[in-house]
Structures are given as structure tokens and as C-alpha cells.
């Protein structure tokens, strides 16, 4: 069974909120994770232009990004950058990343996922991450 665990906050590592995951986002996170089982996949997740709640984050779409080696990466930089533009053409922005490790049971968050969601936290206040447990 696929689990998906949620962090959120500024750092990866402070206060929960509720994150609510609508069908399209939620089905195009585990289809990445099941087309590429045997590596670690990320992606960047997307809430609705204007949606502060203060008591939830609602992902409403996101975007598929890498399934090999992960490190923080120009190319990284640069997808960042064409998601933030479709995202505003979209009257979206970016609110979190999600990440399933490569190994079964792993659901730790590695030093790779903390960096990337901080970089990201950089231009997010309302910033959450989502880890994918592929047990």
C-alpha cells in the first residue's frame, strides 16, 4: 500500500496544516511514483492564486519533475523558474514539493528533500512537503 505523509511550514520540520489533495493532483504524484519504482522521484506541488487558509493547504495540481539522482541541480533551478511561469498563467503558485525515496519502507527525509523544500520555502511562505511511502 502507497502512503503519502505531509510536513508543512517555512522548514520542512515545523508546524502540520492540513494538506488536501484534489483527484488530479494525488493521481499524477502516484502515477510518478509507480512508472519509476525502482528510484526516487520528486515533483513541485501547486495551490490555487489567493488561497491562504490558514488552517489547510489545497493542492489543486502538480507537476512531475525528476526520477534519478535528485540533488539540488541548475536543471532544478530551471524547472523551477517554467513551473512558477505556468503557474501564474494558470492564476497558480507553487506551495510544496513532494518525494518517494527509492528503497521500499523508506520514508525518511534525506538531506536532498530538506534542501530542495527549503529552497523552495525561500519564495513560499505557505510552503508543504509531501513524502510518498512505497510500502
Not at 33 to 61: F, H, R, S, W
Not at 91 to 107: F, L, P, R, V
Request: proline fraction near 3%; charged fraction near 20%; hydrophobic fraction near 35%.
Amino acid at each position: 500500500s502507497s502512503g503519502i505523509n505531509a510536513e508543512y511550514g517555512g522548514s520542512i520540520m515545523s508546524d502540520k496544516k492540513d494538506i488536501q489533495l484534489s483527484l488530479v493532483a494525488y493521481t499524477k504524484i502516484l502515477c510518478h511514483v509507480m512508472q519509476y519504482p525502482y528510484t526516487a522521484v520528486n515533483g513541485i506541488l501547486l495551490t490555487k492564486e489567493g488561497c491562504e487558509d490558514k488552517e489547510m493547504v489545497e493542492v489543486v495540481d502538480c507537476v512531475p519533475l525528476f526520477h534519478y539522482n535528485i540533488p539540488l541541480t541548475p536543471m532544478f533551478i530551471v524547472a523551477l523558474t517554467q513551473i512558477e511561469e505556468y503557474a501564474s498563467n494558470k492564476e497558480m503558485k507553487i506551495c510544496g514539493y513532494y518525494h518517494a525515496n527509492e528503497y521500499y519502507s523508506d520514508s525518511e527525509v534525506g538531506a536532498v528533500a530538506t534542501r530542495i523544500a527549503d529552497k523552495i520555502a525561500e519564495n513560499c511562505e505557505d510552503c508543504c512537503m509531501l513524502i510518498v511511502e512505497n510500502d
